[in-house]
């Protein structure tokens, strides 16, 4: 089969169209014929420093976690699925499970679902990582009818699909942006822009609750951030955070008695620990996807396979608007 190879950790160059040895389909699992996959902001990170990170695949590696296809082989002990089924799933490109910049993959069952009927495959592949972490993040938070949801970074591939998650479980939801069509997004998702350039924390805080604070604050910027998810979170209220790699005072987290959700969804593939988890999230957003209450926003431009590195590229940019996913077939 094709697919997209590095030897080397580097920038989009080190990419390398290659045929590999199809993969076998083995008990659990299931032979996926691809046709579409996403670039998350971990696949660059890979790309560019994984010796420096401790789930990097060994060379040659595949890199590419998101992927959409079409069943076309079942493993021994494989009930719930049949050849031809359409699934979707975050299944490998990591440690030693091969990614999904290639034709085929044999992916584990307990990390994927059934595509929902009503999204193409460009639309499915560009869910699942994203889907998993937002869905998880606000499950954590106990998020529920009525609360003031905050999400930071509303436009992004994490963000713009909390909003629509937080928005279905009948929260009143608002979102950071930085420019207009940022905030153009995150109004057509049915949240209440914020502009974190020309508004301050406690400035947003008194606009829209008062001054009390947000009931959740759902953090997918990370870093320094954190600090100002603290300052607009309630008393008691819940943070739940994407990028917590950061050194920082907890002294208002703590007077403020705030609860923190550090959300790492590579956690099942990285450790086969409860993998089951994941393909259930996955059909409860096919679920909700169905119900006409959850699409992704895809990027303007479509790459094929052969030219993956351009796709790193547009995402690493930070002028896409959507996921950036790439066409396998």
């Known amino acids: 089969m ?25 008990a659990g699992h299931v032979l996926v014929s691809i046709e579409a996959s996403s670039v998350n902001t971990v696949d660059t990170m890979i790309r560019q420093m994984g010796a420096e990170l401790p789930f990097a695949p060994p ?3 595949v890199l590419g976690m998101d992927f959409a296809g079409t069943i076309e082989a079942i493993g021994e002990g494989v009930t719930q699925y049949s050849v031809g089924d359409e699934v979707y799933g975050c299944a490998g490109g990591l440690a030693e499970l ?6 085929y993959i044999v992916a584990d069952v307990n990390l994927i679902a059934k ?7 460009r639309e499915a592949a560009a869910i699942p990582l994203v889907g998993i972490t937002a869905y998880e993040g606000l499950i954590r938070a106990n998020t529920s009818k009525g609360q003031n949801v905050l999400v930071h970074g509303g436009s992004g591939g994490v963000g713009h699909i909390a909003i629509q998650l937080a928005k279905h479980m009948e929260a009143n939801v608002f979102a950071t942006g930085g420019g207009e069509k940022q905030t153009a997004l995150i109004e057509k998702l049915g949240a209440k822009s914020i502009n974190y350039k020309t508004e301050t924390v406690e400035d947003y805080v008194n606009k829209h609750t008062g001054g009390t604070g947000f009931d959740v604050v759902f953090d997918s910027v990370g870093g320094e ?20 790699l950061v050194e920082i005072d907890l002294s208002v987290a703590h007077f403020k008695g705030l609860s923190l959700h550090v959300v790492f969804m590579l956690i099942p593939m990285l450790h086969n620990y409860k993998r089951a988890a994941h393909a259930e999230i996955l059909s409860k957003l096919t679920e909700i996807a169905e119900a006409g209450a959850l699409r992704p ?5 479509s790459f094929s396979l052969e030219v993956a590195g351009q796709a790193h590229d547009r995402l690493a940019s930070g002028q896409g608007m959507g996921k950036v996913v790439i066409d396998i077939k």
């Open 115 to 121: 595509k929902a009927k009503n999204l193409t495959m």
């Open 59 to 61: 060379f040659p590696a």
């Open 225 to 244: 951030n954190m600090t100002n998810s603290f300052n607009a979170a309630a008393l008691n209220g819940q943070v739940s955070s994407t990028v917590s």
């Open 297 to 301: 926003v895809l990027d303007e431009q």
């Open 2 to 26: 094709k697919a997209m190879v590095i030897k080397s950790f580097g920038g989009s160059e080190v990419f390398e169209l290659a045929d590999i040895s199809k993969p076998q389909v083995k």
């Open 98 to 103: 091969p990614g999904t910049l290639a034709e």
